[in-house]
T-cell receptor, first 115, second 117 residues
Framework: NAGVTQTPKFRILKIGQSMTLQCAQD?????MYWYRQDPGMGLKLIYY???????DKGEVPNGYNVSRSTTEDFPLRLELAAPSQTSVYFC??????????????FGEGSWLTVV | AQKVTQAQTEISVVEKEDVTLDCVYE???????LFWYKQPPSGELVFLIR??????QNEISGRYSWNFQKSTSSFNFTITASQVVDSAVYFC??????????????FGKGTKLSVKP
């Protein structure tokens, strides 16, 4: 019952450092997403993918990059970390997307602090 | 255009009280889905229910029930005999308006429910 797995769960970065948040799903879902959630707020879409080799920007893509070389994996790359990227990051997946009535399943979240 | 409103920012109840969380969804789409998620203090997002716009039957799952009224664009969530473990932020989330390919969900700030013992 793995579902969506994210690593690491917690990370502290220094300004200017880079890192990759890993995300894997074992449900053979086509759609995958990265969201960020700032304190007391809802989730905002960073990037999404509708299948291997296909990615596109969401609402807040600046400072991030993604790749989707396999159906299972959807890593999120933070380049030149800034304090504004301090947030909780959620990876999620869905068979065909919520607009088709399919549930989106979320990972447990990754808490990132940039100091 | 689409707009989801959870007017209740925070609700506080005493254990065993019933509580209703309101959600109003305005859209031009004639058919749509709505999802409810729960985010407990531990932070994970837990899927609760998905409803579609052409099914107005109430849904009941244990102590949880959902009342969907298309005429008023409301999709309300009631917890009967609330428990401390129900303390969480609850999100009513529609998909991004149809026509886009993302299939993602739109999240507002949600409603924070605190259940006191």
């Amino acid at each position: 019952n793995a579902g969506v797995t994210q690593t690491p769960k917690f990370r502290i970065l220094k300004i200017g450092q880079s890192m990759t948040l890993q995300c894997a799903q074992d449900m053979n879902h086509n759609y995958m997403y990265w969201y960020r959630q700032d304190p007391g707020m809802g989730l905002k879409l960073i990037y999404y993918s509708v299948g291997a080799g296909i990615t596109d920007k969401g609402e807040v893509p600046n400072g991030y990059n993604v790749s989707r070389s396999t159906t299972e994996d959807f890593p999120l790359r933070l380049e030149l970390a800034a304090p504004s990227q301090t947030s909780v990051y959620f990876c999620a997946s869905s068979s065909q997307g919520a607009h088709s009535g399919n549930t989106i399943y979320f990972g447990e979240g990754s808490w990132l602090t940039v100091v | 255009a689409q707009k989801v409103t959870q007017a209740q920012t925070e609700i506080s109840v005493v254990e065993k009280e019933d509580v209703t969380l309101d959600c109003v969804y305005e859209t031009r789409d004639t058919t749509y889905y709505l999802f409810w998620y729960k985010q407990p203090p531990s932070g994970e997002l837990v899927f609760l229910i998905r409803r579609n716009s052409f099914d107005e039957q109430n849904e009941i799952s244990g102590r949880y029930s959902w009342n969907f009224q298309k005429s008023t664009s409301s999709f309300n969530f009631t917890i009967t005999a609330s428990q401390v473990v129900d303390s969480a932020v609850y999100f009513c989330a529609p998909p991004e308006a149809y026509g886009g390919s993302q299939g993602n969900l739109i999240f507002g700030k949600g409603t924070k429910l605190s259940v006191k013992p």
